[in-house]
């Protein structure tokens, strides 16, 4: 896990964990939930790691955001 100097931010691997709160944050800014789509996504990640790239910033309040990147196909 890194933390980012002086913000109290660190950065790890998303988990299934993170599901519930991923789907919060994804909801504000969608204004709908997308929990069948997130979890398709954190599935496949957590399949092929090599392919996907999913961050998860947490703060002392918890998931503070996320980052997911996937390989075109």
């Known amino acids: ?3 980012a100097a002086g913000t109290g931010i ?3 691997a998303l988990t299934r964990e993170d599901l ?5 944050i994804d909801a504000a800014f ?3 939930s997308r929990r069948t789509y997130m979890e398709r996504r954190l599935a ?3 399949r092929e790691p ?4 999913q961050l ?6 918890g998931l503070a955001g996320y980052i ?3 390989r075109a196909h």
């Open 1 to 3: 896990m890194a933390t």
């Open 10 to 12: 660190a950065v790890r």
């Open 20 to 24: 519930d709160a991923v789907v919060a």
């Open 30 to 32: 969608e204004g709908r």
């Open 44 to 46: 496949a990640a957590l």
């Open 50 to 53: 090599k392919l996907h790239v």
């Open 56 to 61: 998860a910033a947490t703060d002392g309040k």
């Open 68 to 70: 997911q990147i996937g």
